[in-house]
């Protein structure tokens, strides 16, 4: 039985990049990201290019999104201090749930030196149930990240 292995992905795979500061304390005793940084990073990148495209107001909106499912490959190392750029898309898109790919790439490298994915369902803050449709202001938002 053969299993593929995943390979890193070029910067021309993504549609959008969001710079990701590291932090000294994210570094682990190797001297290196500590795996759980990786996750966080994604989530920061994400969270950052909704809230600049108007689309997640963390404070007032009506609609929050809650993480469903995660995955991570790890190609290279990547420490504190290096700088970081998150490439984004979108990899699928349903009626309250998006799947965000992400690559995170060290300054001036051309390979991804991670690569995952994590889904959102978009629920009513209030409610915590799914939204029957995204709201327009994501919708718009999320359209550079489908195409190039």
Do not use: K
């Not at 053969?2 to 570094?27: L, Q």
């Not at 629920?123 to 327009?136: I, K, T």
């Amino acid at each position: 039985m053969s299993i593929d292995r995943p390979a890193p992905e070029p910067r021309s795979a993504f549609f959008r990049f969001i710079p990701v500061p590291t932090r000294w304390m994210d570094n682990d005793v190797y001297g290196h990201l500590n795996n759980v940084v990786y996750y966080s990073l994604f989530d920061t990148a994400v969270n950052r290019y909704l809230i600049d495209q108007g689309a997640l107001d963390l404070h007032h909106g009506e609609v929050i999104g809650l993480v469903v499912e995660t995955h991570c490959n790890f190609f290279a190392s990547l420490a504190f201090p290096q700088q970081i750029e998150a490439g984004l898309r979108v990899g699928r898109r349903g009626r309250s749930s998006v799947r965000y790919e992400i690559g995170l790439f060290a300054a001036g490298e051309d390979l991804c030196a991670a690569a995952g994915h994590f889904v959102h369902v978009y629920v009513d803050r209030a409610s915590r149930r799914p939204v029957a449709d995204l709201p327009p202001s994501y919708q718009q938002a999320l359209r550079p990240l489908e195409t190039s």
